[in-house]
Nanobody
Framework: EVQLQASGGGWVQAGGSLRLSCAAS????????IGWFRQAPGKEREGVIC????????YYSDSVRGRFTISSDNAKNTVYLQMNSLKPEDTAVYYC?????????????????????????WGQGTQVTVSS
């Protein structure tokens, strides 16, 4: 089981920036897919961005592409989510989550990080509020 600790949420005006962090422990860090999900009031939780820590490949949903950047510092076992040009519709509770990205039957195969159904370890949420 992976333990995930998310931090960095807060309040910001539209157009501003925030950086979220997700620190992981309990698993070989460079074999993980780590993603950020968000859940706005009255809406379902959605996966928005993710990274494979083995090779740094990332996925960006249309709603955040060009504004958000995900990166991984494998030496610190931490993934960062840099959020720029924030909009009121980005307001949500943000969760980081992970799953083991390497196929146990074929160690050479890495699962795509945007297979949102595979995520099975979750950190606590952090609130991001963007005011207009």
């Amino acid at each position: 089981e992976v333990q995930l600790q998310a931090s960095g949420g807060g309040w910001v005006q539209a157009g501003g920036s925030l950086r979220l962090s997700c620190a992981a422990s309990g698993h070989t860090f460079d074999d993980l897919a780590i993603g950020w999900f968000r859940q706005a009031p009255g809406k379902e939780r959605e996966g928005v961005i993710c990274i494979s820590t083995s090779d740094g490949s990332a996925y960006y949903s249309d709603s955040v592409r060009g504004r958000f950047t995900i990166s991984s510092d494998n030496a610190k076992n931490t993934v960062y989510l840099q959020m720029n040009s924030l909009k009121p519709e980005d307001t949500a509770v943000y969760y980081c989550a992970s799953f083991p990205a390497r196929d146990p039957t074929d160690y050479r195969r890495i699962y795509y990080c945007n297979d949102w159904t595979r995520y099975d370890d979750w950190g606590q949420g952090t609130q991001v509020t963007v005011s207009s």
